[in-house]
């Protein structure tokens, strides 16, 4: 038993947890996170994790102390973690720049977006949505983390095919969609969303999954009294870049 103590803090996560299922450390709401020591800074400067992209992943696995399966968390309650994971490490105050000017906001004061309880209230991650051009009807789901990784996998393995090929948004909409008029076969959702998916449905979609989806409210006021979003960038996590 080491002599030692380390200071926790709970974390509310902005879907509450209702989407989760019931035996899911995650459906309580809350998660339990230590604050930041020198073991996690050698994280933030491992260099295959930086080449490989899972430098922030491993950061927050060290963090959480909650017995919880990371591939089923939520991207909302993914960023709402990560905030707090920047605050404990370094501190409320983030400083970044902003079409030329700098700003500090207190990361403390970022809140969760407001939750509709009722959209919840059957805890099944699938929704519908009438695309308002075509008035096709299709049914969604929130990303989780475990979603992410198969979405870069996916678009990693079509680079190696054709490396000029972009289709980030198709193969995340593939992923996003679960059904089109009833059609659940994933053959079909692929040919909708590659043939038959207007740009205006698919922008309409988009926006939609934005706004219902919990998360945090990265919005930012500055005197000017312009709306800015709160921009997660290197210095996010490496303050002295």
């Known amino acids: 038993m080491s002599k030692f103590t380390l200071p926790t803090e709970t974390i509310e996560l902005p879907s509450k947890g209702l989407l989760y299922p019931k035996d899911s450390e995650l459906a309580k709401g809350t998660i339990e996170m230590k604050y930041m020591t020198a073991r996690e800074e050698d994280i933030l400067t491992n260099q295959s994790y930086i080449k490989n992209g899972t430098v922030l992943d491993k950061l927050m696995k060290s963090l959480i102390i909650s017995k919880i399966n990371y591939d089923e968390l939520l991207i909302g309650d993914k960023n709402a973690i990560m905030v707090a994971a ?16 700098s700003h500090t906001v207190d990361l403390s004061t970022v809140e969760n977006k407001p939750l509709n309880e009722e959209l919840f209230k059957d805890k099944i991650n699938e929704f519908s949505f ?54 659940r076969e994933r053959v079909d959702i692929n040919d909708f969303v590659d043939n038959y998916l207007l740009a205006k449905d698919s922008r309409a979609l988009r926006e939609h999954v934005k706004e219902f989806q919990p998360d945090v409210d990265l919005t930012f006021f500055p005197e000017s009294g312009d709306r800015i979003n709160i921009p997660i960038g290197v210095s996010f996590f490496w303050p002295d870049a």
């Open 86 to 101: 920047r605050v404990l490490g370094y501190g409320k105050d983030y400083t970044f720049n902003y079409e030329g000017e």
């Open 130 to 183: 009438t695309l308002p051009s075509s008035e096709n009807v299709v049914t969604f789901r929130l990303l989780t983390h475990k979603d992410e990784n198969t979405i870069s996998r996916e678009l990693e393995g079509l680079k190696k095919i054709n490396k000029d090929a972009s289709p980030e948004l198709t193969t995340r909409l593939k992923r996003l969609i679960t059904s089109v008029n009833g059609e």
